[in-house]
Nanobody, 119 residues
Framework: QVQLVESGGGLVQPGGSLRLSCAAS????????MGWYRQTPGKQRELVAT???????NYADFVKGRFTISRDITNRMMYLQMNSLRPEDTAVYLC?????????????WGQGTQVTVSS
């Protein structure tokens, strides 16, 4: 029902910046929360940042002060501004939207965009 497409990943040197975008399309839903997660082979998928329906944000400790999550509700976009990137930030970054369906929550994911931090 909801389609998510990430973009903006790529290769960047340590200390550099990237801005990831997530474009949403499809059915309108009541959004409980939106966020960015990342996946590295051999590790559990981990939360990077979330933004609630009320606009409050939450960040993983390892990105606090470096990453900023934002959204453009009118244009159905979500962003992750990543600054001061480190090699350990290398991962596939995935966009997530949680939609309320009556008393249930539907979980939607994009396909991911690769971020590689290397000199």
């Amino acid at each position: 029902q909801v389609q998510l497409v990430e973009s903006g990943g790529g290769l960047v040197q340590p200390g550099g910046s990237l801005r990831l975008s997530c474009a949403a399309s499809g059915s309108i839903c009541s959004i409980a929360a939106m966020g960015w997660y990342r996946q590295t082979p051999g590790k559990q998928r981990e939360l990077v940042a979330t933004i609630s329906s009320g606009g409050s944000t939450n960040y993983a400790d390892f990105v606090k002060g470096r990453f900023t999550i934002s959204r453009d509700i009118t244009n159905r976009m979500m962003y992750l501004q990543m600054n001061s990137l480190r090699p350990e930030d290398t991962a596939v970054y995935l966009c997530n939207v949680k939609c309320i369906r009556f008393v249930n929550v539907a979980d939607y994911w994009g396909q991911g965009t690769q971020v590689t931090v290397s000199s």
